[in-house]
């Protein structure tokens, strides 16, 4: 059963309630690999369903809108303090609602409609938002993107100077979405100040393996600082904006009134929860687990004939190219979801097939990290991703997928009872 129990719901609502319940036990009973996903716990899941949702508070702490933020204004302040100390930045903004809008924000604060701003190429790894061709950031703005090297998998820092030299953007986005390597900050700083660009470091996958330790940090590399603080980070669904003195008033200003309106508080306190949680001895245990639980995963997987993007991993993710194992990303995904294993197919670098039917598939240990899983169940876990793509007999599937129960009965889930 959902924790806490969602009685009022079910009484108000039970085609919603009995979603909710689905989705509950779903959380629960598979593997859940998707990078960019974890589980709260459960006081941060309490957090976002307090009354702090009823209450409108445009503007600042001190400088607000609407009466009444007697404890809105603490709130956010705590969370305000809580990431700077966590991350050790001079400014933070905690109000973007998601990583796309923060990100939307960095421009507004910095550049102007049709400047060259420079970030990684989608389908290498990158972001919608580092101007990607499809997303305003790509429309707006005049994008230069980077990749990275096929014979490594890793950005070429060269090709990046050279574009970075010849096209002059006033914005270099580092960072990304499907990037299994530790990301060179002090190296891009070096470019950006070349070509006197502003460097934004996007940490949006990896915020809680740097706040961890498990990650350098790009705090004194990239003068702003972008990230969810859902991944890694093990918060909400939400965002904030971190840099120095000089760039607090234009991202304040940017994020409020230049985008948005009134802050959602009930996850401004479930962001100012996990930033308390992720400042805990415990978290940085968690986040080198992930980093170790990614790095046995992807050993097991080479020993079975995996190709994995770059060879390894020195995060949370693997990115696999299925080329060698004879199956497309998508129905990969597809059979391992019918096994109990859930991820998402992905592009991979210089990919010959289209990106809605990909060769590859990404896979990231946060959650299973969060739910106590640890190196030694990685073997185990290859050999079931293994099996689940090279069958197509459902009763094979749902074999994996009773396993894959019983052993995560063990296993508790924050929100699962
Ligand atoms: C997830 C992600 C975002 C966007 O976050 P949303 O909350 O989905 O809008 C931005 N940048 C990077 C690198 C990400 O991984």
Redesign the pocket.
């Known amino acids: 059963m959902h924790q806490p129990p969602v009685t009022a719901l079910a009484a108000t609502d039970p085609d919603i309630a009995d979603l909710v319940e689905r989705e509950a036990r779903r959380q629960h009973d598979k593997i859940r690999l998707i990078a960019?996903e974890n589980y709260v716990s459960q006081a941060v899941l309490e957090a976002t369903g307090t009354v702090l949702t009823n209450k409108y508070s445009e503007g600042y702490a001190g400088k607000r809108y609407y009466e009444g933020q007697q404890f809105i204004d603490p709130v956010e302040t705590l969370a305000v303090e809580r990431a700077k100390a966590l991350f050790g930045v001079d400014h933070a903004n905690v109000q973007p609602?998601?990583?796309?809008?923060?990100?939307l924000a960095v421009y507004l604060a910095t550049v102007n409609p049709g400047d060259a701003v420079m970030g990684m190429a989608l389908p290498a790894g990158?972001?919608?938002?580092?101007g990607w061709s499809v997303s305003a950031t790509g429309k707006w703005f005049t994008p230069v993107q980077y990749g990275v090297r096929r014979d490594t998998g890793r950005v070429d820092l060269d090709e990046v100077r050279d574009l970075a030299k010849r096209h002059r953007p006033r914005l270099i986005?580092c960072?990304?979405?499907a990037i299994p390597r530790t990301i060179d900050f002090p190296a891009f700083a070096e470019i950006a100040a070349e070509v006197d660009a502003v460097l934004v470091a996007?940490?949006?996958?990896i915020a809680g393996l740097v706040a961890g330790g498990a990650h350098p940090s790009p705090v004194g590399h990239a003068r702003i600082i972008?990230?969810?603080t859902?991944?890694t980070l093990r918060g909400p669904?939400?965002?904030m904006l971190m840099s120095d003195e000089e760039f607090a008033k234009p991202l304040d200003k940017a994020v409020f009134p230049g985008l948005q309106g009134g802050p959602h508080n009930h996850t401004t306190a479930a962001i100012a929860v996990a930033l308390k949680e992720a400042a805990q001895p415990a978290f940085r245990d968690y986040a080198h687990t992930v980093v170790a639980n990614a790095k046995a995963l992807a050993d097991a997987l080479v020993e079975r004939g995996f190709d994995l993007v770059s060879g390894g991993t020195d995060n949370h993710l693997i990115l696999v190219d299925l080329t060698s194992k004879s199956i497309a990303g998508k129905p990969a995904a597809k059979a391992l979801d019918a096994a109990g294993i859930e991820l998402n197919y992905n592009t991979v670098p210089f990919d010959p097939r289209k990106p809605f039917d990909p060769s590859g598939i990404r896979l990231g240990t946060a959650a299973i990290t969060t739910r106590g899983l640890t190196p030694a169940h990685m073997p185990h876990l290859a050999g079931w991703i293994d099996r689940a793509i090279t069958t197509d007999n459902p009763a094979d599937h749902e074999k994996i997928a009773t396993e894959i129960r019983e052993l995560l009965t063990s296993f508790p889930m924050p929100g699962w009872a």
């Open positions: 960019s609602y998601s990583g796309s809008p923060a990100n990158g972001h919608l938002t580092h986005f960072g990304g979405t996007d940490i949006a996958h972008s990230t969810t859902h991944k669904r939400g965002a």
